[in-house]
């Protein structure tokens, strides 16, 4: 028996799609990633070369999909991964296949120079990867009884809901909306409707009066939004009560990033319940970057004070936060530090869910460095941190 780990080729498309649609549907629900994923695997994409697999005697025994994205974050442009379709026949498990794609994967990711990467799955299983649970997420649950008390039984008639296509008029203008948001990933043209489509999703249009005003992209059922947009600043809350009404649900759920601060006003006062949830599974490969980035893009929402912090980080070089009037600052340096973290800690204390609510917690599980961490020191990084992560879900792999 022969053995290969390596990239695939174009021509392994079929071969990875029919060793994907057999593993998930050998392991749960039928699969069929052509029709599940569109975005990826539309053949004419030609996606099969963002993926690393193991073979025996020529044939594809095992697969892990690391798929390129370039993400916009108050201005700065971060090189993001998707990290999905890992499979293994199930015949040829516990073998080591799927820690050596991830090596290979990994490998190829950190040399192309990215900045973070993220996929979904079991925990503990990628920890061993250098993913930990990252991002906030705040999901909210709004039922048929929260909007009739609010509103009543007449709610916002002017709004309406048309089910879009791929050839619908307003669609490049929903692009245009979904640009205007301050963190998104760029979506190209020509998948942007295969991307709102993904995950078994519905697109629709919002209109009011007749005029579109925005997207709401839904689960077939129309129970779980994915991504709501609104061109002309319209109330979340009246968007959404209009929804449960008009599809006859008793409940539906709706997550928003931390920096949408107009949603998560607006739907705190009127849903039933409210989680705070970390945003996915994440390894940070490149922190001045993804730092500078994410802190800018929370001092557009939250004023942030001043000042300076020297942080190291377990086999990364130590590196400078400032903050200097609402400008964020990022850079390695020499310097000694205020505080050493290793890796998964970093991940935990910069980028986790708990932020502020466990921040002596998670500060007791790192070292004062060389140049102090006293009073001044604490109150910046329970400031600054943890910071506004997050990834949508129809960007997800």
Known sequence: MTEAFERANPEDFD?????????????????????LLPKLYKKEYGTAIHHFVAREDGKILAVVGAFP??????????????IGSVCVHPYHRNL???????????EAITASGADFSCLGGQRQRYQHFGYDRCGQSVEFTLNKANVRHRYGREVFQELSFRLMS???????ICRGWFT??????????????????????DMWCILANGTPCGYLTASK??????ELVTGDGRDPAEVLSSWIERKNMDTLKFSLPPYDQNGIASLSTLCESVLLEAADNMAIFNFPRVMKAFLQLKAGYAELPDGSLVLSVEGKTPFRISMQ????????????????????????????PLGGVASTALESRCAAGPAGWAGQERNLARSWFPLPLFFDFLDNV
């Open 15 to 35: 071969e990875i799609m029919d060793l994907a649609n057999y593993v998930f549907s050998y392991s749960g629900d039928r699969h069929d990633f052509p029709i």
């Open 69 to 82: 994205m370039r993400m916009l974050v108050a201005g700065e442009t971060l090189l993001v991964y998707g």
């Open 96 to 106: 080591g296949y799927m820690k050596t794609l991830m090596q290979l994967a990994h």
């Open 166 to 172: 791929a050839d619908d008029p307003f669609l490049e």
């Open 180 to 201: 205007r948001r301050p963190a998104h990933v760029i979506r190209e043209p020509d998948r942007f409707f295969d991307i709102q489509r993904s995950w078994n999703a």
């Open 221 to 226: 059922d129309g129970k779980e939004v994915h």
């Open 325 to 352: 009037e609402g400008r964020a600052h990022v850079v390695e340096t020499d310097e000694p530090a205020n505080l050493i973290l290793a890796y998964m800690d970093a991940l935990a204390f910069l980028f986790g």
